[in-house]
């Protein structure tokens, strides 16, 4: 059984105020290692990303990784794994790719499109939900999932 211990929305007023909203994201207390991204196409899931990234020293360039289905980042402190299973069509398929080791692996995994890989993530995860708002106004909801 799934138990979410903490909700927060946060507001975002465009691309301009996504550094503020990153940081709140990162000030939230108990937040475990799993983040899971999920929104519209063009909601903003890998922008938020980088952002994220940036402020936690991650030191290379962060991209989508549609194709690759993960990349891997370093910051000043750890590795960050950044995941998109868009393409990917079966659960069996993101086990070959191997991703569990890296669910499990203690550092942060920031993932999009979720979805096919539910089943097998850790018992505690941060869900970031992205809803559209007028122009490029967005409401960020966040929930932790878990026993924490």
């Known amino acids: ?17 996504l550094g503020d909203v990153a940081k709140q994201m990162l000030e939230v207390k108990q937040a475990p290692s799993i983040w899971l991204f999920k929104g519209d196409m063009g909601a903003g899931k890998t922008t938020l990303i980088k952002e994220i990234c ?16 993960i990349n891997e ?3 000043t402190h750890n ?10 069509k079966t659960l069996a398929e993101a086990l070959e790719a191997g991703v569990e080791d890296y ?21 505690q995860y941060l869900m970031v939900d992205i809803e559209l708002g007028m122009g490029e106004k967005r409401t960020y909801k966040l929930s932790i999932h878990g026993n924490i």
Do not use: Q
């Open 1 to 17: 059984m799934v138990r979410t211990n903490h909700n927060l929305s946060i507001f975002g007023k465009g691309l301009a105020s």
């Open 54 to 69: 940036k402020l936690i020293g991650v030191v290379d360039s962060v991209n989508s990784p549609t194709f690759s289905i």
């Open 73 to 75: 980042y370093y910051s």
């Open 79 to 88: 590795t960050v794994y950044h995941f998109d299973f868009y393409r990917v």
């Open 103 to 123: 669910f499990y692996s203690g550092n942060y995994c920031f993932i999009e499109w979720p979805e096919i890989i539910m089943e097998i993530l850790p018992d």
